[in-house]
Nanobody, 124 residues
């Protein structure tokens, strides 16, 4: 079992940056694939980025691939999502997730454990 807590959300103007963190208790995140998903006004939860334990490979949605970076801080047992060049379309609640497996496709149905989410609002 694992408990996930997201932090770092907030309001930012277009073009700004935010860094989300996903802290875990009960398990070591570095041993598993971890993903970031978001749910915006359309109420569909979409994959944003995933990082695998296997060679640390990463995957990004096309809409964020040039602007977001997913990474690990192993010392703090967390996974972060560094977001830059934020746009109003990035406004959503962002969720951290893991399935406690070393590799999982970056698909919502493949993850069992979810945090409560962190709200990100991009507006002027």
């Amino acid at each position: 079992q694992v408990q996930l807590v997201e932090s770092g959300g907030g309001w930012v103007q277009p073009g700004g940056s935010l860094r989300l963190s996903c802290a875990a208790s009960g398990s070591t995140l570095a041993d598993y694939t971890v993903g970031w998903f978001r749910q915006g006004s359309r109420n569909e939860r979409e994959a944003v980025a995933c990082i695998s334990r296997l060679e640390g490979s990463t995957w990004y949605a096309d809409s964020v691939s040039e602007r977001f970076v997913i990474g690990r801080d192993k010392a703090k047992n967390l996974v972060y999502l560094q977001m830059s060049g934020l746009k109003p379309d990035d406004t959503a609640r962002y969720y951290c997730t893991t399935d406690l497996r070393d590799w999982v496709p970056c698909r919502e149905k493949d993850f069992r454990f979810w945090g409560q989410g962190a709200q990100v609002t991009v507006s002027s």
